[in-house]
């Protein structure tokens, strides 16, 4: 079932000029290690499965270890992480990054050339 947006994810997209693309709920996204800020986000093109989307908190992802991110249904994600789901709408090729005080959104194309 693909989810509706929610009026926090159709703000966020209205706010950056996008068409609301949210996820399907059981699609899965992958969960990096979520211990201190900032919260990142990033989708690539989702592929059967998948939304696309890889999230984590703190510094840069560590592409030296595989098992650097785990996957999450998507579904499960509200009652995890609720301060990433308002994102979640932002169509591939968008990421994020937020903090107390500090919010960030914005498109990186090379996130369409993986």
Known sequence: M????????????????????PPWADAK??????????????????????????IWAGGEIDQSDD????????????RVYPQVVPYLALPPGWRFQVAPGHEDVWYDATLLAV
């Open 2 to 21: 693909r989810l509706e947006p929610t009026p926090a994810q159709q703000e966020i997209c209205e706010r950056v000029s996008v068409e609301p693309d």
């Open 29 to 54: 996204l992958g969960l990096g290690p979520m211990v201190g800020v900032p919260v990142n986000g990033l989708r690539h093109a989702p592929e059967p499965g998948t939304s696309g989307w890889f």
């Open 67 to 78: 098992a650097y991110f785990g996957s999450v249904h998507v579904a499960h994600l509200e």
